[in-house]
């Protein structure tokens, strides 16, 4: 609900303030006083487009602030979450308009944007009138108000679900049968390249391996010859082995005190025999690991280049070719297992699309039930508007599928029996467009409604008992909510709980506008001077006492 609307220097106003209450307000005054801009400022704080030059002449900035209750649950707190805002029992809006054209908004003294504020207001206010296009003459939004009317929203719900679920499974399908026409293409390679890779079977770290086998092999046979004329030194004829053993046993011949005198000498060259014996041995241990067939060196060299040859075919590291060959091993077990993957898959798309059709198919039938209650229930509307010959049809065809099923809705009327049907704002003149507006939001509103509603001299072309029906209808809608009308009918501003009356005044070269509440006596001279128009008679006051 709007509960405050506060308007500072904005065309005529310098600075106005207006508590608005829950039923039916209405704003009355002569034409050109001023009540269009009202309305203006709402709209620019709502972030509507409208005029562009907004600030009052000799103002520096225009400024507009609207305040309204926001109770548990109200569609507009899922807005201020998705944009980060905060949100609580009061919504205040604030937007300002500089000399130069520049706009700032804030929504809780949180800066925002434009859009922002639109998004906001699609759950906050109804402008209905005779240019009602963000309302009911939108075709664009008749098939939300269908919906609403026939409770749709659990099935439009699932069938959204169902929406998802059908395009992720189409997704799904047509990811694979790329993936499958991928594989297709390079399948020859595939399988050679596998079996060139099973057939080599190379693996990680098996390069270093080869390469470390190979270098030991290429230096073995250079220090072969070396290592072997070592041990030849060392055991062979004349070698330092075999002479340190003769020389022992010339020393162990000596007797008496000179055997005495060598027997320092004997133990170093019985050490030295063991160290040279040990030293023999290792040299033996290098020759026996160095012996080789210029065989292994080929093969080993013949494996090492054809590892390599392969990483670099593949465009891989040596160490990455096992992996490399798994990766495509699998690609070639998907392109043998693509029959089955597909067939499943072909299935699930087909149960997702019959899902989706089936629940489509049920909510067109309830749309079209939902249509021929509603067109029952504008028709019985009209009969007081003193439209009782017109038709009101709600069309609901086919369409593309989409996320809230295959079918158009559009409202059309006739306003004569035997006239061509079609869209409201097409066929209906100005007053028989307001009673058609009128008839049909009583019939969505379902007695109540979180929403602000505002009507715009929707009673513009309309008199007598059809204004007062008009009237009757529009508090009926504020009964269940808030509804501020601009209205120049004396029928229904005697209706209202609440009375404004906008005056323009002309002080020096300043003209204005304000807006006043009015009292119970002020509204007898107001309801009067509607009737009877700029002289107000007793007379006049006396029937609009009766209206009262």
Known sequence: MLRALEIRDILLIDRLELDFRPGLNVLTGETGAGKSILLDSLGFVLGWRGRAELVRQGAEQGEVTAVFDLPEGHAAREVLEEAGLEAGDELILRRVNARDGRKTAWVNDRRCSGDVLRKLSEHLVELHGQQDDRGLLNPRGHRA????????????????????????????????????????????????????????APEAGEDEALDLQRRR??????????????????????????????????????????????????????????????????????????????????????????????ARKHD??????????????????????????????????????????????ALSGARRKAAKALDTSVMAELAPLKMERAEFTTQVSEAAPGPEGHDDVSFVVATNPGAPAGPLAKIASGGELSRFLLALKVCLSGGSSDVTMIFDEI??????????????????????????????????????????????????????????????????????????????????????????
């Open 316 to 361: 891989v590291l040596p160490d990455a070719l096992a992996d490399h060959a798994e990766v495509l091993r699998g690609k070639l077990a998907a392109l043998d297992d693509s029959g089955a993957e597909l067939g499943e898959l072909e299935k699930a798309a087909e149960e997702a699309e019959a899902a989706y059709a089936q629940a489509a198919e």
């Open 459 to 548: 009673d513009r072309g309309v008199g007598g008992a059809t204004a007062d029906a008009v009237g009757r209808r529009l508090k009926a809608l504020g009964d269940g909510g808030q509804v501020l009308v601009v209205t120049h009918s004396p029928q229904v501003a005697a209706l209202g709980a609440h009375h404004w009356r906008v005056e323009k005044r002309t002080t020096g070269e300043q003209t204005l506008s304000t807006v006043k509440p009015l009292s119970e006596d002020a509204r007898i001279d107001e309801v009067a001077r509607m009737i009877s128009g700029d002289r107000v008679t007793e007379e006049a006051r006396a029937a609009a006492k009766a209206l009262l």
């Open 145 to 200: 108000l269908l919906d609403a009317y026939g409770g749709h929203g659990p099935g439009l719900k699932a069938l959204r679900g169902l929406w998802r679920a059908r395009a992720k499974a189409r997704e799904a399908l047509e990811a694979a049968r790329a993936r499958l026409a991928g594989l297709q293409e390079e399948e020859e390679f595939l399988r050679h390249a596998v079996g060139e890779l099973d057939a080599l």
């Open 217 to 310: 092999m290429q230096a073995a046979e250079k220090e072969r010859e070396d290592i072997l004329r070592a041990l030849e030194g060392l055991r062979g004829e004349g070698g330092a082995e075999g002479r340190a053993a003769e020389a022992l046993r010339w020393l162990e011949g000596a007797g008496g005190e000179i055997a005495e005198m060598l027997g320092e000498a004997t133990g170093a060259l019985e050490r030295a025999l063991n160290e040279l014996a040990l030293a023999s041995d290792g040299v033996e241990a290098v020759l026996r690991d160095l012996e080789f067939s210029p065989a292994e060196l080929e093969a080993c060299e013949e494996r090492l280049f054809a590892i390599r040859a392969l």
